[in-house]
């Protein structure tokens, strides 16, 4: 249908949206986005490109993934070149996804926004070079580079992945800004319960995927630490078989009780939490994948004022957690003996858990105020409507 032009000689702004997974259910960040834009832009009309299936299931090489990775790159291959849009917004869930946007519209000049999750395809090159591809994993960056200087702006994570993304931006705009909680922090009932101050088992709770980027070495030491000094319970939530087996490998190597729950909503995480009386949820993230991807479940933990006992490298929210809000305890992949004892200590002082679980509610105010009206906000410069021709 042919939109008539209004009297200022303007149309609604047209913005296509990939990303592969629509429903807010199973991912409320674009979801919401989209709504702040509408805010923002009235009369702005969307168009949605997503993939065939829309609950998100753990693990990138099941047939449901691959099937939604087809059918992304193909309808962005059909429609990008085609459509009528003054601008393309892509985030880059499949994996890939917003190279292939780039190279799709590269005989047209319309504006891409990136927003950049996981870094593919750096991290597959990086695991191209450890296996002795190096020409590939050079060949990969090259193409990263090559896409990157298309976009009229890149939105990343954290600090670390934006000082990879400048190196490979040249003058484009690199913006930061950390992903969102489904929830304001205000809506996030504090727990009943105090972290941390009771007598029992230590229970810590790890909720999310749990993939080759986590690492479990340093986690492993931790626990052999505590245990040295009070029994552990480990919980579960959301893992997919594999992270469920490797974690239950660890426990049974170590008589810790672990148990799996399957993947809940946001909302539903808290009651978890009080049932089992939960002290800290755990980060994990390896040194290798700093600047690839920034762990953004430290949210499903402090928003309900639980500490957090982060394991991975600087420069990232989870980091900034521990670090600028004391919302935590950080500790580095590969840690010495003292630093080993230092964290030890402070998950069983009564008095440190207590200002960590203060700390972690600072910092759940902090970042709920990032959030998909300040990222549209960030973006307005590139959301002007068009003068029609």
């Known amino acids: 249908m042919r939109m008539s032009a209004n009297p200022s000689g303007r149309h609604p702004l047209r913005v296509l949206f990939i990303f592969e997974f629509a429903r807010p259910e199973d991912d409320w ?5 989209i709504k702040s834009i509408k805010a923002a832009r009235p009369g702005m009309n969307p168009t949605y490109i997503h993939g065939l299936f829309g609950t998100y299931r753990p693990g990138g090489l099941n047939p449901a993934r691959l099937a939604n990775l087809a059918w992304v790159y193909l309808q962005t291959a059909l429609i990008v070149p085609f459509g009528r849009f003054d601008v393309v917004l892509v985030r880059s869930t499949p994996p ?4 292939w946007t780039a190279w799709c519209a590269c005989l047209r000049r319309l504006p891409i926004l ?9 991290i597959e090159a990086r695991i191209l070079e450890r296996r002795g591809f190096g020409p590939l994993a050079r060949l990969l960056r090259r193409i990263d580079e090559a896409s990157m200087t298309r976009f009229s702006a890149v939105v990343v994570l954290d600090r670390a992945m934006a000082r990879i993304a ?3 931006a040249g003058s484009v705009t690199v913006l930061e800004h950390p992903t969102w909680g489904a929830m304001e922090a205000s809506a996030a009932s504090r727990l009943d319960y105090a ?5 029992g088992p230590m229970r810590l ?6 993939g080759t980027a986590h690492d479990l070495g340093a986690f492993r ?3 052999v630490a505590l245990l040295t000094r009070r029994p552990v319970e480990l919980y579960v939530v959301g893992a997919s078989a594999e992270g469920n087996g490797r974690l239950g490998d660890i426990g049974s190597s170590l008589g810790i009780p672990v148990k799996a729950h399957p993947r809940v909503p946001f909302a539903q995480l808290r009651p978890l939490y009080e049932e089992w009386c939960i002290d800290a949820g755990v980060v994990l993230m390896s040194d290798q994948t700093a600047g690839l991807l920034s762990p953004s479940k430290f949210s499903g933990y402090i928003d309900f004022g639980l500490p957090i006992l982060y394991i991975g490298p600087s420069e990232t929210n989870a980091d900034d957690v521990c670090t600028k809000f004391n919302g935590g305890f950080r500790l580095s992949c590969n840690p010495r003996a003292e630093e080993l004892s230092a964290v030890t ?6 008095d440190r858990m207590r200002s960590a679980s203060q700390g972690a509610r600072a910092a759940s105010v902090h970042f709920s105020g990032l959030n998909n009206d300040s990222l549209a906000a960030l973006l307005s410069p590139w959301l002007k409507e068009r003068t029609n021709r």
């Not at 990136?114 to 750096?122: A, F, G, R, T």
């Open 29 to 33: 960040m674009m979801s919401s986005l």
């Open 96 to 99: 890939g996804i917003q190279i």
């Open 114 to 122: 990136c927003w950049l999750m996981d870094y593919h395809p750096e």
């Open 345 to 350: 200590a402070a998950l069983l002082d009564p």
């Open 195 to 199: 972290p941390g101050q009771g007598t």
């Open 166 to 168: 400048r190196t490979r």
């Open 221 to 223: 030491a931790l626990l």
């Open 205 to 210: 709770a790890y909720s999310g995927n749990l």
